[in-house]
């Protein structure tokens, strides 16, 4: 059971235990937690890389076109494409917004911040985080997705997109659904530093930032460059041989995964069934920089980014700085206060 604190002067939930990376890269190895992180509930596999993968095997059977059908760009199967994203999308943070945030089933009880989400806010269009959050991730998030994948299915047709069958080497088939995870996951890394680089975070990464007090559908509420930057881990299959199912396993882990990381909850909710939340992820959003990775590859440990608590945010050097805030609509005083 997760036990946590509320820190007084900051009103923010804080678990009691400490943040912890997969235990894949530990010596000696420890092959009982190793088991409990890759099949327990909540953990690698169950239920949201089995959901992604489920997605990824179904659409590619009835939700997408044939590659004789990608030979032509023709607006049927693109549109298919697009409508299949956008039900995907609301489905999966749409589904958990309702839980959470509508229904409230879990009330305030493991949430980091206490605030709902914010209304009246004009640094969000419509004056609304919530709709803001929404028109980005399926105006612009989708169909930069969609776009991804036409290109990928285009490429795949014309023979320019290396292709792999499960007929040319099943073991490799296989092994490729890891290698998509482990290229993912350092693609954020370090496309992430990239995206806090002044000149990219003024002019794009900023309106992601603007959720402070993240909820699901923050999760893939991006300025479009950053949509085509964070979205662009699919470049792997220019150059590894793959199936159209593991592009697409690729992608929707990469657009749909940020619901449940940006909840602003923690743990597993929802009387245990429905596990959401990041609080290595979210000390990130309210404090800006730091912890640019994910658990899964400890990579902000090895490059020296990591931090596990407000207080070491607010060691001096890590101090976020008025133009984090003032670009995150962000009064600096509901923050230390």
Known sequence: MTTARRSVRRREWIPDEPIEFAPIFVWPPQPRKLAKYFFSWGGFLWPWRAIWLGLAIGSWYWLSPSLTEARNLEVGWIATIFIRNLVFIWVIAGGIHLVLYTLKLQGKDLKHDPRWPFVGRRTFLFKSQVRDNVFWSCVSGVTIWTAWEVLFF????????????????????????????????????????MLHWPPLYRSAHYLHHKNTNPGPWSGMAMHPIEHLIYLSSVVIHFVVASH??????????????????????????????????????????????????????????????????????????????ERHYALAGEDPQQVSD
């Open 244 to 321: 159209p199912i593991h592009m697409m396993f690729n992608i929707f882990e990469t657009a749909l995964a940020p619901a449940h990381g940006h909840t602003g909850f923690q743990g597993r909710t929802v009387k245990g069934r429905l596990p959401v939340g990041d609080y290595f992820h979210w000390l990130h959003h309210r404090y800006f920089e730091g912890n640019y990775g994910e658990l899964t590859i400890p990579l902000d440990k090895w490059f020296g980014t990591y931090r596990d608590s407000p207080e070491a945010y607010e060691a001096a050097a890590n101090r976020p700085t």
């Open 154 to 193: 285009y490429g795949y047709a014309h023979g320019w997109v290396p292709y792999l069958a499960w007929s040319d080497n099943p073991v490799l088939f296989v092994l490729m659904f890891g290698v998509v995870v482990i290229f993912r996951k350092i693609h954020f890394y370090f496309t992430h530093r």
